[in-house]
């Protein structure tokens, strides 16, 4: 039983043996299954790892790669605060966009329309010689020297001098009449675009209201150009202005030289006796009122006074250097409303002349007409740059107006909708027809507001009142402002209406008789609306700070 217990316990041991060996490799085998399970795991983290590397490496150029909505956004043009000193502009910027604004599109208009108007030739030379003095004077010694002290748009110094109310509606009335303005001139660069095209532009004056289809979608795309480069801001106009600017004058110059034979013109000899008989004459043409020198003298002056005593261009000159830089304004003033006037009228003369002369009964001289009549294909892409030049600043102001009547809408999107605007406007004949009377109205009615900056900044410190009252007392409507505004234009609109329409002339039996035999022209109501309006704000200004005065130490 022994050798059966040995044999047995020998067995129990080799099984033992064979069962720790079977266990140990059992061990050894699930330690390298476990090793090569680790190593996978560590492959398939690291696997993972550089997945997610190159999916990050893959994601960083996406964010770089920013939207065109970020890209949009960051065109930050100083909207609601002071420019910053880095961005402050010299002379050459200030002289492009002068000479580039205002030798434009309207040029070829308003020369045009003071032919018509039958001012005489020595209304034209000496009365656009002094208008355009004293606009070149306004812009040098009220508009700039406020705009680089204080850097801000207008529509935030008004927002401090007449509460959030007024702004808002001056803003927004404002932003609508630009709207007009620039649509204007894309319907003068459309006008240099159809004529090559064979498409005809409508003549309002011979009853088409309407212009064709064709004619529409070239002034979408044109307009559509203009809204574009507005959006990018203001260095991007300036550097467009740098550009085109310069060969303009030469332009106008050689077209109005070139068609001055037409007329009969020989030499200097006999030059003012042709200017007299057959180009600014003295008789209007049929339906339009007769101008002369004291009108040619307001056009130059008016034509831009919401930009220079009503303050408009602080938003442009908030970025010069120098208060001295208003003086760019000559640039603009005697080559674009001196030299480019005069020259368009001889454009228009030769032009009518030339047409009467083939037996058509009623030219149409449009800005596209006249400059191919006297410049050829240089005249057409003269017309076509010199309404966008115009157009492109315009639109600007406009998008600024725009965005303080809707603060949460960002820049770009609020000049893209003022874009959709001039568009529309540029498809209406009649704005081009009536461009004086607009320029007229939009100066006299926006002009008040801007002279209160002025009041506001010089003369109120001396008269010991308080600047920016309505924003240190946080008046949401400063009525000093509102009587100010309203009564100037409401007086100066009355005394002009009464002998112009009918249903007002009942105003001359209540007036007294020195009054009642005023009849003014619009232009000459300049320098009456701007003296009424800053009378009535600093009076009344005078009448609400003594009754409800600020402290000293709540005083700017």
Same mark, same amino acid.
């Given at each position: 039983?022994?050798?059966?217990?040995?044999?047995?316990?020998?067995?129990? @041991?080799?099984?033992?043996?064979?069962?720790?060996?079977?266990?140990?490799?059992?061990?050894?085998?699930?330690?390298?299954?476990?090793?090569?399970?680790?190593?996978?795991?560590?492959?398939?983290? $690291?696997?993972?790892?550089?997945?997610?590397?190159?999916?990050?490496?893959?994601?960083?150029?996406?964010?770089?790669?920013?939207?065109?909505?970020?890209? *949009?956004?960051?065109?930050?043009?100083? !909207?609601?605060?002071?420019?910053?000193?880095?961005?402050?502009?010299?002379?050459?910027?200030?002289?492009?966009?002068?000479?580039?604004?205002?030798?434009?599109?309207?040029?070829?208009?308003?020369?045009?329309?003071?032919?018509?108007?039958?001012?005489?030739?020595? !209304?034209?030379?000496?009365?656009?010689?002094?208008?355009?003095?004293?606009? &070149?004077?306004?812009?040098?010694?009220?508009?700039?020297?406020?705009?680089?002290?204080?850097?801000?748009?207008?529509?935030?110094?008004?927002?401090?001098?007449?509460?959030?109310? *007024?702004?808002?509606?001056?803003?927004?009335?404002?932003?609508?009449?630009?709207?007009?303005?620039?649509?204007?001139?894309?319907?003068?660069?459309?006008?240099? &675009?159809?004529?090559?095209?064979?498409?005809?532009?409508?003549?309002?004056?011979?009853?088409?209201?309407?212009?064709?289809?064709?004619?529409?979608?070239?002034?979408?795309?044109?307009?559509?150009?203009?809204?574009?480069?507005?959006?990018?801001?203001?260095?991007? *106009?300036?550097?467009?202005?740098?550009?085109?600017?310069?060969?303009?004058?030469? &332009?106008?110059?050689?077209?109005?030289?070139?068609?001055?034979?037409?007329?009969?013109?020989?030499?200097?000899?006999?030059?003012?006796?042709?200017? +007299?008989?057959?180009?600014?004459?003295?008789?209007?043409?049929?339906?339009?009122?007769?101008?002369?020198?004291?009108?040619?003298?307001?056009?130059?002056?008016?034509? +831009?006074?919401?930009?220079?005593?009503?303050?408009?261009?602080?938003?442009?000159?908030?970025?010069?250097?120098?208060?001295?830089?208003?003086?760019?304004?000559?640039?603009?003033?005697?080559?674009?409303?001196?030299?480019?006037?005069?020259?368009?009228?001889?454009?228009?003369?030769?032009?009518?002349?030339?047409?009467?002369?083939?037996?058509?009964?009623?030219?149409?001289?449009?800005?596209?007409?006249?400059?191919?009549?006297?410049?050829?294909?240089?005249?057409?892409? @003269?017309?076509?740059?010199?309404?966008?030049?115009?157009?492109?600043?315009?639109?600007?102001?406009?998008?600024?107006?725009?965005?303080?009547?809707?603060?949460?809408?960002?820049?770009?999107?609020?000049?893209?909708?003022?874009?959709?605007?001039?568009?529309?406007?540029?498809?209406?004949?009649?704005?081009?027809?009536?461009? !004086?009377?607009?320029?007229?109205?939009?100066?006299?009615?926006?002009?008040?507001?801007?002279?209160?900056?002025?009041? !506001?900044?010089?003369?109120?410190?001396?008269?010991?009142?308080?600047?920016?009252?309505?924003?240190?007392?946080?008046?949401?409507?400063?009525?000093?402002?509102?009587?100010?505004?309203?009564?100037?234009?409401?007086? @100066?609109?009355?005394?002009?209406?009464?002998?112009?329409?009918?249903?007002?002339?009942?105003?001359?039996?209540?007036?007294?008789?020195?009054?009642?035999?005023?009849?003014?022209?619009?232009? *000459? $109501?300049?320098?009456?609306?701007?003296?009424?309006?800053?009378?009535?704000?600093?009076?009344?200004?005078?009448?609400? $700070?003594?009754?409800?005065?600020?402290?000293?130490?709540?005083?700017?």
């Amino acid at each position: 039983m022994e050798g059966i217990g040995v044999f047995f316990s020998a067995d129990i @041991c080799r099984q033992d043996r064979q069962a720790a060996l079977t266990k140990r490799n059992a061990c050894i085998e699930s330690a390298a299954a476990q090793r090569q399970s680790e190593q996978s795991d560590t492959d398939m983290v $690291q696997a993972d790892m550089s997945t997610k590397t190159q999916s990050t490496s893959a994601s960083v150029p996406s964010k770089v790669k920013s939207t065109l909505i970020e890209r *949009l956004d960051a065109l930050y043009e100083y !909207d609601r605060e002071p420019v910053h000193e880095s961005k402050l502009q010299g002379w050459r910027t200030f002289i492009a966009m002068f000479s580039s604004e205002h030798i434009a599109g309207t040029e070829f208009v308003l020369g045009t329309l003071l032919v018509m108007h039958g001012v005489r030739a020595v !209304d034209v030379f000496g009365g656009l010689a002094l208008g355009n003095l004293l606009a &070149v004077l306004s812009w040098a010694f009220i508009c700039a020297p406020i705009a680089v002290k204080e850097r801000l748009t207008i529509y935030w110094q008004i927002r401090k001098i007449a509460g959030p109310y *007024l702004t808002v509606l001056y803003s927004g009335l404002f932003a609508l009449i630009l709207c007009l303005l620039a649509g204007s001139m894309v319907n003068v660069s459309t006008t240099a &675009v159809t004529l090559p095209l064979g498409i005809a532009s409508p003549n309002y004056a011979a009853g088409q209201t309407v212009p064709s289809i064709p004619w529409i979608l070239i002034a979408v795309g044109v307009g559509t150009v203009i809204a574009v480069l507005a959006i990018l801001g203001f260095e991007r *106009l300036a550097h467009f202005a740098k550009v085109v600017a310069p060969w303009m004058p030469f &332009v106008f110059l050689s077209g109005a030289i070139a068609s001055l034979p037409s007329l009969g013109v020989t030499g200097l000899s006999n030059f003012w006796q042709i200017a +007299n008989e057959k180009i600014w004459t003295g008789e209007p043409y049929p339906g339009q009122m007769p101008y002369r020198f004291w009108h040619c003298v307001g056009l130059a002056w008016l034509c +831009n006074i919401a930009q220079h005593m009503g303050m408009g261009d602080v938003t442009i000159f908030r970025y010069a250097r120098k208060w001295q830089m208003g003086f760019c304004s000559a640039f603009g003033m005697f080559i674009g409303h001196y030299l480019a006037w005069i020259c368009s009228g001889v454009l228009c003369a030769a032009f009518v002349h030339s047409q009467r002369a083939a037996g058509v009964a009623d030219p149409n001289p449009t800005p596209g007409n006249i400059a191919m009549f006297g410049a050829g294909y240089a005249g057409i892409v @003269c017309v076509l740059l010199a309404g966008w030049t115009t157009a492109n600043p315009t639109l600007y102001r406009a998008g600024l107006a725009f965005q303080v009547a809707t603060p949460n809408w960002r820049r770009w999107a609020v000049t893209l909708a003022a874009g959709i605007l001039m568009i529309v406007t540029a498809c209406i004949p009649s704005v081009l027809h009536y461009l !004086d009377r607009i320029v007229a109205y939009y100066g006299l009615f926006f002009m008040p507001l801007g002279a209160f900056i002025f009041i !506001d900044f010089w003369l109120f410190p001396r008269l010991g009142l308080v600047r920016y009252y309505a924003q240190q007392r946080g008046l949401r409507l400063s009525w000093p402002a509102a009587v100010g505004w309203f009564g100037s234009f409401g007086i @100066c609109f009355v005394l002009y209406a009464k002998d112009q329409y009918a249903s007002m002339a009942w105003v001359n039996s209540y007036l007294p008789t020195f009054l009642s035999r005023y009849k003014p022209d619009l232009f *000459l $109501q300049v320098l009456p609306a701007w003296l009424i309006a800053i009378s009535l704000y600093t009076v009344c200004s005078l009448i609400q $700070q003594r009754l409800h005065p600020i402290e000293q130490e709540q005083k700017i």
